[in-house]
C-alpha cells in the first residue's frame, strides 16, 4: 500500500509513535526532499536507512505510476518536507494514480500548517477553505474573487510577499475586514498576530520571517431584501411550484417572513 505520512512542520517533538515505527520499518520512501529525510530520521535518532525515491513537484506525475507498481507488492512510505502529503506538497496525482489501479492509500495523521493556524486564529472553524498559496500575480483579482466567501479562509504565502499580499488583500475585500497571521507554527519563535487587514499590512511592511500562514474571516452573509425574496417565488411559480409552497421554500432559505412572501408575490401576480 502507499502510506501517506504527516511530519513536523517545525517541533519534533510532535513526530507521533506510529511516524517514528513507520520511519523505522520502511524499505522504500518517496519524498518531496530526500536530504530533509535523511536529516528527519538523523533527528529522530532512526538508523534505518531505506531506498528514497525524489517525489516533487516537478516529477511526481511521471514518477506517480512507478511509485503505484511497487506499491502493489510492498509499502512505500510517502513523505513531503513539513505536514501531509498532497496538502499543498506533492502527492496528489501519486493518490489518484494509486486509486484509479486499485492500490491501496492509508495515511498516518499528524501535523498540519493549515489546521493549527485555523485552530489558533479565534476565527470560526466551523465551516472554512483552504485556497493554497497566494498567487504571485494577479493577487486583487484573486482575492477579489473570494470577496462574497463566506467561510474562514486559510491561505499560505511567502514572507517576503507577505506585506503585498496583505495589501492588495485589503484592497480586494475591504481594509477592516479581520485577518490573522500565525508565524512559525510549532516553533521557537512562534508569533500569531491579529487584526484588520490594514493593521496587518503595515505590520508586514518592516519585514517579517518565517513560515506564513493566512487566515482571514469570511464575508458576512447577504441580508436578503423582500423584493429579491418575492422575485424567487414568482420565478419558482413560473416553474410549476406552488404559491404556498414556493414562499415557505424562499422563506426557509432567506429567514423572509413567509406570510410578507407570499402576499408579494400575490399582489405582484397579473
Not at 531506498?51 to 507488492?73: F, G, M, S, W, Y
Amino acid at each position: 500500500m502507499i502510506i501517506l505520512a504527516a511530519t513536523p512542520i517545525g517541533n519534533l517533538g510532535d513526530a507521533s509513535r506510529r511516524l517514528v515505527e513507520a520511519l523505522e520499518n520502511a524499505e522504500t520512501i518517496a519524498a518531496e526532499d530526500t536530504r530533509t529525510t535523511m536529516h528527519l530520521l538523523r533527528a529522530l535518532g532512526i538508523e534505518n536507512r531505506p531506498r528514497l525515491i525524489a517525489l516533487h513537484e516537478h516529477n511526481e506525475v511521471e514518477k506517480a505510476a512507478e511509485i503505484v507498481e511497487l506499491a502493489r507488492d510492498a509499502d512505500v512510505l510517502v513523505l513531503t518536507d513539513a505536514g501531509m502529503p498532497a496538502i499543498s506538497d506533492p502527492g496528489f496525482p501519486l493518490v489518484a494514480a494509486a486509486a484509479a489501479a486499485g492500490v491501496t492509500v492509508t495515511a498516518i495523521p499528524g501535523p498540519s500548517a493549515v489546521l493549527t493556524a485555523l485552530a489558533v486564529s479565534g476565527l470560526p472553524t466551523d465551516r472554512f477553505t483552504f485556497e493554497g498559496f497566494v498567487p504571485r500575480k494577479g493577487r486583487v483579482a484573486w482575492f477579489s474573487a473570494l470577496a462574497h466567501e463566506e467561510r474562514t479562509m486559510v491561505f499560505f504565502e511567502s514572507p517576503n510577499r507577505l506585506a503585498e499580499s496583505l495589501a492588495d488583500l485589503a484592497a480586494a475585500l475591504g481594509g477592516a475586514r479581520r485577518v490573522v497571521v500565525a508565524r512559525e507554527l510549532t516553533k521557537l519563535h512562534e508569533e500569531v498576530r491579529r487584526g484588520t487587514a490594514d493593521e496587518l499590512a503595515a505590520w508586514a511592511a518592516s519585514g517579517v520571517r518565517g513560515e506564513i500562514c493566512i487566515v482571514v474571516a469570511g464575508a458576512e452573509p447577504a441580508s436578503a431584501s423582500l423584493d429579491g425574496g418575492i422575485a424567487q417565488v414568482l420565478a419558482l411559480v413560473a416553474a410549476g411550484t406552488g404559491l404556498k409552497d414556493a414562499a415557505g421554500e424562499v422563506a426557509e432559505a432567506t429567514g423572509l417572513s413567509r406570510r410578507s412572501l407570499y402576499q408579494g408575490a400575490l399582489s405582484s401576480r397579473p
